[in-house]
Protein backbone atom coordinates (compact mmCIF):
# COMPACT_ATOMS: atom_id res chain seq x y z
CA UNK A 1 0.00 0.00 0.00
CA UNK A 2 1.22 3.70 -1.01
CA UNK A 3 3.18 3.09 -4.17
CA UNK A 4 1.12 4.57 -6.03
CA UNK A 5 0.65 7.32 -3.71
CA UNK A 6 4.26 7.74 -3.53
CA UNK A 7 4.25 8.00 -7.74
CA UNK A 8 1.97 10.37 -7.65
CA UNK A 9 3.91 12.40 -4.80
CA UNK A 10 7.15 11.80 -7.24
CA UNK A 11 5.14 13.02 -10.26
CA UNK A 12 4.05 16.35 -8.65
CA UNK A 13 7.66 17.19 -7.28
CA UNK A 14 8.82 16.13 -11.07
CA UNK A 15 7.02 19.08 -12.43
CA UNK A 16 3.03 17.78 -12.97
CA UNK A 17 0.06 19.60 -11.20
CA UNK A 18 -1.56 18.10 -8.60
CA UNK A 19 -4.60 16.78 -10.40
CA UNK A 20 -2.31 15.36 -13.25
CA UNK A 21 -0.25 13.66 -10.45
CA UNK A 22 -2.97 11.43 -9.18
CA UNK A 23 -4.11 10.93 -12.14
CA UNK A 24 -1.43 9.46 -13.79
CA UNK A 25 -0.11 7.48 -10.83
CA UNK A 26 -3.27 5.14 -11.54
CA UNK A 27 -4.00 5.37 -15.19
CA UNK A 28 -2.08 2.04 -16.29
CA UNK A 29 -5.12 0.25 -14.64
CA UNK A 30 -7.71 1.75 -17.23
CA UNK A 31 -4.98 1.42 -20.08
CA UNK A 32 -4.90 4.67 -20.52
CA UNK A 33 -1.37 6.17 -21.90
CA UNK A 34 0.54 8.92 -19.98
CA UNK A 35 0.19 11.43 -22.39
CA UNK A 36 -3.78 11.07 -21.95
CA UNK A 37 -3.93 11.12 -18.80
CA UNK A 38 -1.75 14.35 -18.41
CA UNK A 39 -4.12 16.11 -21.03
CA UNK A 40 -7.20 14.84 -19.32
CA UNK A 41 -6.05 16.39 -15.57
CA UNK A 42 -4.34 19.37 -16.90
CA UNK A 43 -7.36 22.16 -16.41
CA UNK A 44 -7.25 20.77 -12.78
CA UNK A 45 -4.56 22.19 -11.64
CA UNK A 46 -4.55 24.67 -8.90
CA UNK A 47 -7.80 24.79 -7.74
CA UNK A 48 -9.03 24.34 -11.50
CA UNK A 49 -7.29 26.35 -13.60
CA UNK A 50 -5.40 28.27 -10.31
CA UNK A 51 -8.42 29.14 -9.31
CA UNK A 52 -7.83 27.97 -6.08
CA UNK A 53 -11.61 26.20 -5.97
CA UNK A 54 -11.62 22.50 -5.34
CA UNK A 55 -8.27 20.84 -5.02
CA UNK A 56 -6.71 19.79 -8.37
CA UNK A 57 -5.47 16.30 -6.42
CA UNK A 58 -8.81 15.46 -5.30
CA UNK A 59 -9.99 16.67 -8.85
CA UNK A 60 -7.56 13.93 -10.11
CA UNK A 61 -8.91 11.06 -7.28
CA UNK A 62 -12.26 11.59 -9.02
CA UNK A 63 -11.13 11.22 -12.38
CA UNK A 64 -9.81 8.08 -10.80
CA UNK A 65 -13.52 7.42 -9.16
CA UNK A 66 -15.31 7.74 -12.54
CA UNK A 67 -13.01 4.94 -13.87
CA UNK A 68 -13.37 2.80 -10.84
CA UNK A 69 -17.03 3.28 -10.63
CA UNK A 70 -18.47 5.20 -13.83
CA UNK A 71 -21.39 4.06 -15.75
CA UNK A 72 -21.55 4.53 -19.66
CA UNK A 73 -25.40 3.75 -19.51
CA UNK A 74 -26.58 7.26 -19.01
CA UNK A 75 -30.29 5.48 -18.06
CA UNK A 76 -28.74 3.48 -15.36
CA UNK A 77 -29.72 5.53 -12.13
CA UNK A 78 -28.66 2.74 -9.93
CA UNK A 79 -25.28 2.89 -11.26
CA UNK A 80 -24.67 6.88 -11.23
CA UNK A 81 -25.98 6.62 -7.32
CA UNK A 82 -23.14 4.49 -6.57
CA UNK A 83 -20.30 6.56 -8.49
CA UNK A 84 -22.30 9.77 -6.51
CA UNK A 85 -21.72 8.11 -3.35
CA UNK A 86 -18.28 6.65 -3.94
CA UNK A 87 -17.44 10.19 -4.94
CA UNK A 88 -18.50 11.79 -1.86
CA UNK A 89 -16.94 9.02 0.64
CA UNK A 90 -14.01 10.27 -1.73
CA UNK A 91 -14.24 13.62 -0.85
CA UNK A 92 -15.15 12.71 2.98
CA UNK A 93 -12.06 11.27 3.27
CA UNK A 94 -10.15 13.64 1.74
CA UNK A 95 -11.37 16.69 3.64
CA UNK A 96 -11.42 14.28 7.03
CA UNK A 97 -7.13 14.37 6.22
CA UNK A 98 -6.72 17.53 4.93
CA UNK A 99 -9.15 19.41 6.70
CA UNK A 100 -10.87 20.85 3.44
CA UNK A 101 -11.46 20.04 0.10
CA UNK A 102 -10.57 23.59 -1.03
CA UNK A 103 -7.15 24.74 -2.61
CA UNK A 104 -6.86 28.01 -1.42
CA UNK A 105 -8.17 26.80 2.09
CA UNK A 106 -5.26 24.39 1.83
CA UNK A 107 -2.60 26.69 0.95
CA UNK A 108 -3.97 29.49 3.54
CA UNK A 109 -4.84 31.96 0.58
CA UNK A 110 -6.95 34.62 0.51
CA UNK A 111 -9.97 34.61 -2.35
CA UNK A 112 -8.10 37.27 -4.24
CA UNK A 113 -7.33 36.50 -7.71
CA UNK A 114 -3.91 35.05 -9.09
CA UNK A 115 -2.93 35.15 -12.01
CA UNK A 116 -3.19 31.69 -14.45
CA UNK A 117 0.70 31.51 -15.19
CA UNK A 118 1.99 28.70 -12.07
CA UNK A 119 4.50 29.40 -9.76
CA UNK A 120 8.07 28.32 -10.49
CA UNK A 121 9.20 25.26 -9.13
CA UNK A 122 11.71 25.92 -6.83
CA UNK A 123 13.05 24.84 -3.66
CA UNK A 124 10.94 28.01 -1.86
CA UNK A 125 7.76 27.01 -4.00
CA UNK A 126 8.14 23.48 -2.22
CA UNK A 127 9.03 24.90 1.12
CA UNK A 128 5.95 26.44 1.53
CA UNK A 129 3.03 24.53 -0.12
CA UNK A 130 1.90 21.40 1.49
CA UNK A 131 1.12 20.05 -2.35
CA UNK A 132 3.23 17.00 -2.24
CA UNK A 133 1.63 15.66 0.77
CA UNK A 134 -1.84 16.70 -0.24
CA UNK A 135 -0.89 14.77 -3.49
CA UNK A 136 0.15 11.76 -1.37
CA UNK A 137 -3.44 11.89 0.70
CA UNK A 138 -5.36 11.76 -2.20
CA UNK A 139 -3.83 9.03 -4.26
CA UNK A 140 -3.51 7.03 -0.89
CA UNK A 141 -7.47 7.51 -0.19
CA UNK A 142 -7.77 5.49 -3.39
CA UNK A 143 -5.39 3.22 -3.03
CA UNK A 144 -7.13 2.09 0.01
CA UNK A 145 -10.73 2.77 -1.83
CA UNK A 146 -9.70 0.41 -5.04
CA UNK A 147 -7.60 -2.00 -3.46
Avoid: H, W
Avoid at 109 to 138: G, Q
Wanted: aromatic share 8%; hydrophobic share 35%.
Amino acid sequence: MGERADRAKDLFLSGYNCAQAVFLAFADKYGIDDDTAVKLASSFGGGMGRSREVCGALSGALLVNGMETGTTDVSDVDAKTKNYESAREIMDAFRSDNGSIYCRELLGLTKKPESATPDARTNEYYKKRPCPDIVYSAALVLEEKFK
